[in-house]
C-alpha cells in the first residue's frame, strides 16, 4: 500500500493568493492521515496536488516512491472522496459503484463482485437500485466512498467527507470511515477543519494555517 511523500511543494493561483508554501510532509503506509486547519489555509489545494488535479508550481510528490508530479490523475491509484458527495445523479447505487470497473473493462462477473463486496462493506447492498436523491447524506457518502473503493483505489483522499453531514451521522460515518481504511490496509488522507473529527480517526494530524 501507497506511502506519500510532499518535498518542498509551493503552488500559487495568480500573483498574490500562495495557496500552498514550501510543504513537506510524509504520509506512512496504511496511515489514516488527517489535514487539520481552517478555511483557506491550504489544505484542499494540497490534497488537489497529491491528487494529480492540479500541478505544483515547484517541489515533488511521490507516490510508493514514484514521483508522480507527471502522472494523471487515473494512473495515481487514487480514489478522491469530494464534501459534496459527487455521484452521478442518472445512475442508480449500483452502476454508480460499478463505473470505475466497467470503465477499465474488467469482465462482467469481476465488476458485479467488486460492486457486492463494497456495496456490502458500506451496508448498501439492499439499497443497489436506489437513485441518489432517494438516499440521506450518510448513505450517498457511502456510495461515494464504496465507488472509490470499487475501482481498486489503494490511497483515499477525502476532503471534508462529512462536511455536509448532520452531527449525529457524521459522528458514526467517521467511525466506519477509519473501519474500513483499516479492514483494507488503504493509506488515507483527510481534509478536516473539525479539530475533535481530526482527533479522533487519525493516526497522526499535519496541522496547517495560513
Not at 500500500?1 to 513537506?24: C, H, Q, T, W, Y
Not at 478522491?80 to 459527487?86: H, M, P, S
Request: hydrophobic share 45%; glycine share 8%; aromatic share 6%.
Amino acid at each position: 500500500m501507497p506511502e506519500v511523500r510532499v518535498l518542498n511543494v509551493s503552488k500559487r493561483f495568480g500573483k498574490k493568493i500562495v495557496a500552498v508554501d514550501n510543504v513537506s510532509l510524509q504520509v506512512k503506509d496504511r496511515e489514516y492521515f488527517s489535514l487539520l486547519g481552517p478555511s483557506g489555509c491550504g489544505k484542499t489545494t494540497l490534497l488537489r496536488l497529491i491528487a494529480g488535479l492540479i500541478e505544483p508550481d515547484k517541489g515533488e510528490i511521490y507516490i510508493e516512491d514514484q514521483l508522480v508530479n507527471d502522472v494523471p490523475p487515473e494512473d495515481r491509484g487514487i480514489g478522491f472522496v469530494f464534501q459534496t458527495f459527487a455521484l452521478f445523479p442518472h445512475m442508480n447505487v449500483w452502476d454508480n459503484v460499478t463505473y470505475g470497473p466497467r470503465v477499465k473493462a474488467l469482465e462482467e462477473e469481476k465488476s458485479e463482485r467488486i460492486g457486492r463486496e463494497v456495496l456490502e462493506m458500506v451496508r448498501l447492498f439492499e439499497r443497489l437500485d436506489a437513485f441518489p436523491n432517494e438516499l440521506s447524506g450518510g448513505m450517498m457518502q457511502r456510495v461515494a466512498l464504496a465507488r472509490a473503493l470499487a475501482a481498486g483505489a489503494k490511497l483515499l483522499l477525502l476532503d471534508e467527507p462529512l462536511g455536509h453531514l448532520d452531527a449525529k451521522v457524521r459522528n458514526e460515518l467517521r467511525y466506519e470511515l477509519r473501519r474500513m481504511v483499516k479492514d483494507l490496509g488503504l493509506t488515507a488522507i483527510h481534509v478536516t477543519h473539525d479539530q475533535a473529527e481530526a482527533m479522533a480517526i487519525s493516526d497522526r494530524i499535519a496541522v496547517m494555517k495560513k
